[in-house]
């Protein structure tokens, strides 16, 4: 009997969530989903063998304190103990800061604490083109800080990845280009289940980190980017308060023209044929809606966010109201800020 390690890395905007929530508690008696307390492994995993980084992870509200930390990291410790000992054939662990937070110093911490234990270790990463990339990152960064279209990080594939290649061999990878309709007609998590061997009716699909609306997005940008916004009239709490509501305000789909990225993905030229020869292709892309606002440049998000500012700062006093409102500042000052 081969025992195998799964090791799904990411990439980051890759459906990775949608696979974690999926595969939470999937155990068929041969395959088994690492339980670690949290869906995703990229928390248990980075407490584990990324010590150095815990003081930056622990201001990120990862831990209350560096003992907190160390209390959570022999936790987790003791439940991966607990079930690479429960003697299924595979495990899978999925975690998409792994593929940003490890360098090789990691891996091979990581490598140490499993390599007794099982005979081969395969890592799978989905890759997207980076247009979809650049589009999905700056949705998911603008909900929780300032980010423009000339500041959302390019998906680095080489830097991000080659540690993980230098290590276990190229041939321990399998570098799958992710899109809607990925691999043989399946999304991600329909297809990361035929790699692993899982049994399809046990896994309940589930979808995450849906693209906002198009209103909804260009009043995050606006909020989070421009110097004439004031605090007062929009206090952080109600812009937090809309940023997880994606859907909540307006219903048009959008998408950007090439010309936004182009320069920046033709100086990542480098990048993209690295990561192209690891997958076997070309990457393609993803078509967007026939109905999508177009955004052609930076002046049309902010016309829109101009266009429905009055009735989205109805709705955002309606899910925020002031007394509410006053609350969650009142709390936040409690937490130290």
């Keep these: 009997m081969v025992r195998t390690l799964f090791l799904h890395i990411g990439m980051h905007k890759t459906g990775s969530t949608a696979i974690q929530l999926s595969l939470t508690g999937y155990d068929d008696g041969t395959t088994a989903y690492l339980d670690l307390f949290n869906p995703n492994h990229s928390y248990g995993m980075s407490m584990l063998f990324c010590e150095e980084k815990a003081p930056d992870l622990i201001k990120a509200g990862w831990a209350k304190s560096l003992a907190d930390w160390h209390q959570q990291a022999a936790a987790n410790r003791r439940r991966m103990k607990e079930h690479i000992a429960s003697g299924r054939q595979n495990l899978i662990i ?193 078509p967007a809606h026939p109905d999508a606002v177009v955004f052609k440049a930076e002046a049309d998000i902010l016309a829109l966010a101009a266009e429905h500012e009055a009735a989205f700062r109805r709705w955002s006093k309606e899910i925020m109201p002031f007394r509410k409102l006053v609350e969650s500042y009142v709390q936040q000052q409690l937490e130290g800020g």
């Design 94 to 286: 999925s975690g998409e800061d792994l593929s940003s937070r490890f360098g090789r110093r990691e891996i091979e911490r990581l490598w140490s604490a499993v390599a007794a234990d099982f005979d081969e270790i395969r890592v799978i990463v989905y890759l997207r083109e980076p247009y979809a990339f650049l589009q999905s990152a700056l949705q998911e960064v603008i909900k929780r800080r300032s980010c423009t279209i000339k500041s959302v990080p390019l998906p680095r594939y080489r830097q991000r990845l080659e540690p993980w290649e230098a290590f276990f061999g190229r041939g321990a990878i399998d570098y799958v280009l992710y899109s809607p309709d990925s691999a043989a007609g399946r999304d991600v998590v329909g297809d990361i289940a035929a790699r692993v061997g899982l049994t399809l009716d046990r896994v309940t699909k589930r979808r995450a980190n849906e693209s906002m609306s198009a209103e909804t997005f260009a009043m995050l940008y606006w909020l989070r980017n421009s110097p004439n916004v004031s605090t007062w009239k929009w206090p952080v709490q109600r812009v937090q308060a809309v940023a997880k509501r994606p859907h909540g305000f307006g219903h048009q789909r959008f998408a950007f023209s090439e010309s936004v990225w182009q320069d920046r993905v033709a100086a990542h030229g480098d990048e993209i044929a690295w990561a192209e020869a690891r997958m076997g292709r070309r990457f393609a892309r993803e």
